[in-house]
């Protein structure tokens, strides 16, 4: 049993196994290698989510475990229950394990501490600013596949970098894997510390983008601006930090562009860059389900006899 609630919590020789993992199954998404058959695992997700929660509950089922999913706006949550409190219960109905989505950073590790002694694995799938460990593993590989390797690579990372758990997960598994990693934002959505984490920061697009090999476009996250307004006009935004076809023009045909979704189109991508062959968006979620039932694997310590690609 391992949990995974940040980058740090994985030694490189587990990043490795993940991603050689999630590149067999990848070729064949729609198998089914029933290794946890018997198991119920418990996806709680206390904010809204697509992508991840639909991965999560399809990998699981990929691999022989049943589901059962726990939302915010329909759980006992409502009427004051912690989210410890309905994760113990969630145990006490002898659950397996845990994919947790919060608005709360730090949320997960706290879940983990909390069903440690009972020996249950717990997967954080988003806690508020902090983490979104299976996204940079999945994003990780999605380059891994493209480019051949990930050591060397110049990634740049756009955009609404003060509300990204996406960025600063991918931050640090990136530089950990020997990519330089460029960051790019206006100053109000740059975290004052991040190059800490590993990054080279700027403010001018246009500059962080000569040599890009990789662009990591993130989403504005408007429902939390509404509470903190930190920028002066969506249009200005746009202009200065969206992906248009007049910067797509001047990179070269090989680069690759990224975005964990949900797109504002028009805003951080315009939509013919979201559509453009060099976008693999829609490569990166085929890759989450294979990555997650990697992640899955590791989780419970078991692994899936498939052939190598
Ligand atoms: C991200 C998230 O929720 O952190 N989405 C995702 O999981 N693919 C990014 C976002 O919401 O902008």
């Known amino acids: 049993m391992r949990h995974l609630t940040a980058i740090a919590d994985l030694r490189d020789e587990d990043i490795g196994a993940i991603l050689d993992l999630a590149d067999r199954l990848y070729t064949q998404p729609e198998r089914r290698y029933p290794v946890l058959t018997g198991r119920t695992i418990a996806n709680v997700f206390f904010e809204p989510s697509t992508r991840t929660r639909v991965s999560f509950e399809l990998a699981a089922r990929r691999l022989g475990a049943d ?6 706006a329909t759980s006992s949550t409502v009427k004051g229950e912690t989210l410890l409190d309905t994760v113990k219960n969630l145990a006490a109905m002898k659950v397996a394990g845990f994919v947790v989505r919060t608005s709360t950073s730090g949320a997960a590790a706290q879940v983990a501490r ?3 002694a009972v020996g249950l694995p717990v997967i954080n799938a988003g806690d508020g600013l902090h983490e ?9 590989g999605t380059i891994r596949r493209h480019k051949r390797r990930i050591a060397g690579l110049t990634v740049v990372i756009v955009g609404d970098l003060t509300h990204s758990r996406v960025a600063r997960s991918n931050i640090a598994l990136l530089s950990r894997l020997g990519a330089k990693v460029r960051v790019v934002a206006p100053r109000t959505l740059m975290p004052v510390d991040i190059e800490a984490l590993g990054c ?3 403010t001018d697009l246009d500059r962080a983008l000569e040599g890009a090999e ?5 989403r504005l996250q408007q429902e939390r601006l509404e509470k903190q307004p930190l920028l002066p006009s969506l249009r200005e935004f746009s202009q200065r930090y969206g992906l248009d076809d007049r910067r797509l023009a001047r990179l070269p045909a090989d680069v690759l562009v990224m975005h964990p979704g949900p797109i504002n189109r028009g805003v951080e991508l315009r939509s013919s860059v979201a559509d453009d062959k060099r976008a693999v968006i829609l490569d990166q979620v085929t890759y989450g389900v294979a990555c997650r039932m990697a992640v899955l694997c590791h989780a419970f310590g078991t692994t899936v006899p498939v052939a190598s690609a």
């Open 200 to 202: 080279d920061a700027y």
């Open 67 to 72: 589901n059962v999913a726990v939302a915010g």
């Open 214 to 218: 990789v662009i990591m476009m993130l």
């Open 114 to 116: 909390a069903v440690d």
């Open 132 to 140: 979104h460990p299976t996204q940079a593993l999945l994003d990780a």
